[in-house]
């Protein structure tokens, strides 16, 4: 690929991860993930965020900023939005093609900086409102966005073409080919880019979800015409859309969720397996949509983002050595880590002896805010009257949802 014109002397280039890699050494894609970097050039060319130096990677970046035509050493200045390896593991190879670099940076990210690249000449240190002038009318501006997702992240705003350079936040998953704007996709394509940030932002962003909040009030002044995150694809036709998407997904931390329903299930032996069935048509029953998902051969990053959305959670499990199914507790914990707070919850589960399932799931879930109906849970195999109260508590569920 070519780096792509987005404005005048503003350039998008980047490589794409493949899908069978697993971003940040765990989670799935369906299809890869680009990281995208941006050249603006006045007198002056700065790169805002690199590349992570993984297979032939830096050799496709290099060949797409030459199209430009930039070479490494043409470069005046790194722009470090968040310094992440995904986006610097390649830096300190560019920085020996180029050791006169000038580096512009955070506070806490120039000690990071230093930390993984041993850098420390040449470092600018920039707070928010700070200006980097790059002549021929083009300026960029930067702004503090701390914890998106790392403490030292910042934006930059090229003032002369309204672009938000956002590095992570208003990013998604999925590789981009072809083309890099959101007015060149169908619309089946923009749908899956939308799913995509939604699961991106539940495996990556969602724990600091107040700080998206704040993030979008620091720029919501700003004239944005283009949102141009570090993965994904630009948003220039309808930069709001991606913004907004970000404040809605923000909200689902709080109860302001979607009225759908994650059931996500576990069973060694079926018993509780046998029960998931009239789980899914209670719910179905009120109309409510109903997303499935079985641990452990579901991975969690999906599970995440479908849990993320849904304001209710039907979890199904048995008790396991006293306790929960192992595989369902990591699952609870990811919740926690990620906080999957404020659902309306409902458990189902079998059990042999004397239980256990439940009292570790109270305790588990203290610090996730979820409300709870009352369980269903019997011993052994599920009769009649366990399906029936099955259907019977998954449409009270429901209903609670649509009521909300
Ligand atoms: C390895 C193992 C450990 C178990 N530990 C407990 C336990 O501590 N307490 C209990 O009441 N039942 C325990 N059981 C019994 C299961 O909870 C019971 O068989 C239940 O019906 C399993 O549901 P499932 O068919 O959905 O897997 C255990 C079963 C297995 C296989
Ligand atoms: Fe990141
Ligand atoms: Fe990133």
């Given at each position: 690929?070519?780096?792509?014109?987005?404005?005048?002397?503003?350039?998008?280039?980047?490589?794409?991860?493949?899908?069978?890699?697993?971003?940040?050494?765990?989670?799935?894609?369906?299809?890869?993930?680009?990281?995208?970097?941006?050249?603006?050039?006045?007198?002056?060319?700065?790169?805002?965020?690199?590349?992570?130096?993984?297979?032939?990677?830096?050799?496709?970046?290099?060949?797409?900023?030459?199209?430009?035509?930039?070479?490494?050493?043409?470069?005046?200045?790194?722009?470090?939005?968040?310094?992440?390896?995904?986006?610097?593991?390649?830096?300190?190879?560019?920085?020996?093609?180029?050791?006169?670099?000038?580096?512009?940076?955070?506070?806490?990210?120039?000690?990071?900086?230093?930390?993984?690249?041993?850098?420390?000449?040449?470092?600018?240190?920039?707070?928010?409102?700070?200006?980097?002038?790059?002549?021929?009318?083009?300026?960029?501006?930067?702004?503090?966005?701390?914890?998106?997702?790392?403490?030292?992240?910042?934006?930059?705003?090229?003032?002369?073409?309204?672009?938000?350079?956002?590095?992570?936040?208003?990013?998604?998953?999925?590789?981009?080919?072809?083309?890099?704007?959101?007015?060149?996709?169908?619309?089946?394509?923009?749908?899956?880019?939308?799913?995509?940030?939604?699961?991106?932002?539940?495996?990556?962003?969602?724990?600091?979800?107040?700080?998206?909040?704040?993030?979008?009030?620091?720029?919501?002044?700003?004239?944005?015409?283009?949102?141009?995150?570090?993965?994904?694809?630009?948003?220039?036709?309808?930069?709001?859309?991606?913004?907004?998407?970000?404040?809605?997904?923000?909200?689902y931390?709080?109860g302001l969720a979607e009225p759908e329903i994650t059931v996500i299930w576990?069973?060694?032996?079926?018993?509780t397996?046998?029960v998931v069935n009239s789980m899914v048509q209670g719910v179905r029953g009120e109309g409510v949509p109903v997303h499935i998902y079985r641990?452990?051969?579901?991975?969690?990053?999906?599970i995440?983002?479908s849990a993320w959305k849904s304001s209710g959670i039907i979890l199904g499990m048995?008790?396991?050595?006293?306790?929960?199914?192992?595989?369902?507790?990591?699952?609870?914990?990811?919740?926690?880590?990620?906080?999957v707070?404020n659902k309306k919850v409902l458990r189902f589960g079998?059990?042999?002896?004397?239980?256990?399932?439940?009292?570790?799931?109270?305790?588990?879930t203290?610090?996730?805010?979820w409300e709870f109906i009352d369980p269903v849970e019997?011993?052994?195999?599920p009769?009649?009257?366990v399906l029936a109260r099955a259907s019977q508590q998954a449409a009270a569920l429901a209903r609670q949802i649509k009521g909300q």
């Open positions: 690929m070519k780096a792509t014109a987005m404005a005048e002397g503003i350039y998008r280039l980047g490589i794409n991860l493949e899908s069978d890699q697993l971003f940040e050494g765990m989670w799935p894609m369906t299809d890869g993930i680009s990281i995208n970097s941006y050249v603006v050039q006045g007198d002056k060319t700065a790169i805002i965020d690199l590349t992570e130096d993984v297979d032939d990677k830096p050799l496709q970046f290099e060949r797409e900023l030459a199209s430009i035509p930039v070479q490494p050493e043409d470069v005046d200045y790194l722009i470090i939005n968040h310094m992440e390896p995904d986006h610097t593991s390649w830096l300190p190879a560019f920085h020996r093609k180029n050791p006169d670099l000038q580096f512009f940076i955070t506070a806490k990210g120039a000690a990071v900086l230093k930390a993984f690249c041993g850098i420390e000449k040449n470092v600018h240190i920039v707070k928010t409102g700070d200006t980097l002038d790059l002549g021929k009318g083009r300026e960029l501006v930067f702004y503090e966005a701390p914890n998106l997702h790392w403490p030292e992240t910042m934006f930059s705003y090229e003032k002369s073409s309204g672009i938000l350079f956002s590095c992570d936040a208003f990013g998604s998953y999925g590789s981009i080919t072809d083309v890099i704007f959101d007015d060149q996709l169908s619309s089946e394509q923009h749908g899956f880019f939308m799913e995509e940030a939604l699961r991106y932002y539940a495996n990556i962003i969602g724990g600091f979800s107040m700080f998206v909040t704040k993030a979008i009030e620091l720029v919501k002044d700003l004239d944005i015409k283009m949102v141009a995150p570090s993965h994904g694809i630009v948003w220039r036709e309808n930069p709001k859309a991606i913004i907004e998407a970000y404040s809605r997904f923000a909200g931390m709080n576990s069973s060694m032996y079926g018993n397996g046998q641990v452990p051969h579901d991975h969690v990053g999906f995440l983002a048995p008790t396991y050595e006293y306790r929960m199914f192992p595989p369902m507790a990591w699952t609870l914990d990811m919740f926690g880590r990620k906080k707070w079998s059990f042999g002896w004397s239980g256990g399932a439940q009292r570790e799931m109270d305790t588990l203290e610090k996730l805010k019997w011993q052994g195999r009769d009649d009257e």
